[in-house]
């Protein structure tokens, strides 16, 4: 009697640990990217680029000729979404080299300062209406 007990334990204890193997969580681990770890480790990096830009007198001088104030420009900047700068900064880079990456940087700034302004999500130029 006492041995079919245990027996019928015994195979009872085995079911119940197999039945639990699905159960069990499993790890993964996997490699990342130079270039994830390079994100995620500065995301301000984009925007302080964009920032030392605005601190040349040649892009200054022409941001004026197209109306718009340093100031303003600097804190369009700072209200740029880290993917946004990322996207500006990617755009400075495929520039071609010489006078015409900065003015198309100037322009490209512009550009996305006017659109989040259409949008709403700002408000700095005044010639702007808002879609909201």
Do not use: Y
């Not at 130079?34 to 001088?61: C, G, H, I, Y």
Request: charged share 20%.
């Amino acid at each position: 009697m006492m041995l079919s007990k245990l027996k019928r334990l015994f195979i009872q204890l085995v079911a119940a640990s197999v039945g639990f193997c699905g159960i069990a969580q499993t790890a993964q681990a996997a490699l990342i990217g130079t270039e994830q770890v390079a994100k995620s480790a500065n995301p301000s990096k984009d925007r302080a680029r964009l920032l030392a830009q605005l601190d040349r007198p040649q892009v200054v001088a022409e941001l004026e000729k197209h109306g718009v104030a340093r100031k303003d420009a600097v804190a369009r900047v700072q209200a740029l979404t880290d993917e946004e700068a990322r996207m500006v900064a990617k755009a400075m880079d495929r520039a071609p080299a010489g006078g015409n990456s900065v003015i198309g940087a100037i322009v490209l700034i512009f550009l996305v300062l006017l659109l989040t302004d259409i949008l709403g999500f700002t408000k700095i130029f005044p010639f702007t209406r808002s879609i909201r």
